[in-house]
């Protein structure tokens, strides 16, 4: 379909593993954020991209997380050493330039991380 | 610091009740803007509304309506005569003061509304 695809849906791992998500955004939409919604917690900001522009990293909870975004497209953030408290889920979002100022954004039906 | 704060956890309501989801925001910005998004059992959230600091014109699509009032710092969000369709879990959110789109969301309300 023309949404944000992410996958996996659902990733079960053991504590220590490392992890990989993938999003890939609505084609043309160049900006790209990452959420992670834990139980009862709401959603919260862990990186953002916008076109060329160095990434806003500020919301990513510790050095074991990190994201790229090759060629303005897809991204994937990976977690290192997975605890149990990373267990979540992952929502990607984007939405075009256009609309930065509007808080419109598409969002994925996430990736659920579970850590055993 | 800004922040949104969704007191209620949980609603559980009969189709055809009304029901209201309350928001409350906290911001030193004088220029802002609040939304409701819909994430419905798929996961994937929805947009639903976003509104401005500077216009607390009520508004209505519908069946839903929405209570924009700055002098309580609240984003109400009510539903009338409530479907089963409309069970999902309900964010406010607050943006941030820069122009990236990054948003500050609630916990999130879930609403159950039974046959």
């Known amino acids: 379909g023309a949404g944000v695809s992410q996958s996996p849906s659902n990733k079960v791992t053991e504590k220590g593993k490392d992890v990989e998500l993938r999003c890939d955004p609505i084609s043309g939409h160049t900006a790209l954020y990452w959420y992670r919604q834990s139980l009862g917690q709401g959603l919260e900001f862990l990186i953002y991209f916008q076109g060329n522009s160095a990434p806003d990293k500020s919301g990513l909870p510790s050095d074991r997380f990190s994201a790229e975004r090759t060629g303005g497209s897809v991204s994937t953030l990976t977690i290192q050493r997975t605890q149990q408290e990373d267990s979540a889920v992952y929502l990607c979002?984007?939405?075009?330039?256009?609309?930065?100022?509007?808080?419109?954004?598409?969002f994925g039906e996430g990736s659920r991380l579970t850590v055993l | 610091a800004q922040k949104v704060t969704q007191a209620q956890t949980e609603i559980s309501v009969v189709e055809k009740e009304d029901v209201t989801l309350d928001c409350v925001y906290e911001?030193?910005?004088?220029?802002?803007?609040l939304f409701w998004y819909k994430q419905p059992p798929s996961g994937e959230l929805v947009f639903l509304i976003r509104r401005n600091s500077f216009d607390e014109q009520n508004e209505i699509s519908g069946r839903y309506s929405w209570n924009f009032q700055k002098s309580t710092s609240s984003f109400n969000f009510t539903i009338t005569a409530s479907q089963v369709v409309d069970s999902a879990v309900y964010f406010c959110a607050l943006s941030e003061p820069s122009n990236t789109g990054k948003l500050i969301f609630g916990q999130g309300t879930t609403l159950q509304v039974k046959p």
């Open positions: 911001t030193r910005d004088t220029t802002y803007y």
């Open positions: 979002a984007s939405t075009p330039s256009r609309k930065l100022n509007t808080g419109e954004l598409f």
